[in-house]
């Protein structure tokens, strides 16, 4: 599944739950994707309204998924930090 499947799921997702002010307010920016795990930014403090919709997502594109969370980070270097361990 590529990056824009991902990301208009989450999109779509966040609208459903939260509406447009809420989607607003969360400000996904960027989304990174390696293998079967992915990277999503969000505004600091939002970060429950996106582990929310990444609960709420059961297809894309007609395939089951199953989203949950390993890690929330204040930034992107502890984060690297952490996926590079040998454990995941």
């Not at 999109?11 to 293998?35: M, P, Q, W």
């Not at 990277?39 to 395939?63: N, P």
């Amino acid at each position: 599944m590529d990056w824009k499947t991902i990301y208009s799921g989450f999109i779509k997702t966040l609208t459903n739950l939260f509406g447009e002010f809420g989607l607003a307010r969360v400000e996904l920016r960027s989304i990174a994707s390696k293998d079967n795990l992915i990277i999503i930014r969000c505004r600091r403090g939002e970060e429950h309204m996106v582990r929310c919709a990444a609960l709420m997502l059961t297809s894309m594109d007609g395939q089951p998924v199953k989203a949950r969370t390993l890690r929330v980070s204040g930034t992107l270097k502890s984060l690297k930090r952490f996926l590079s361990r040998d454990s995941i």
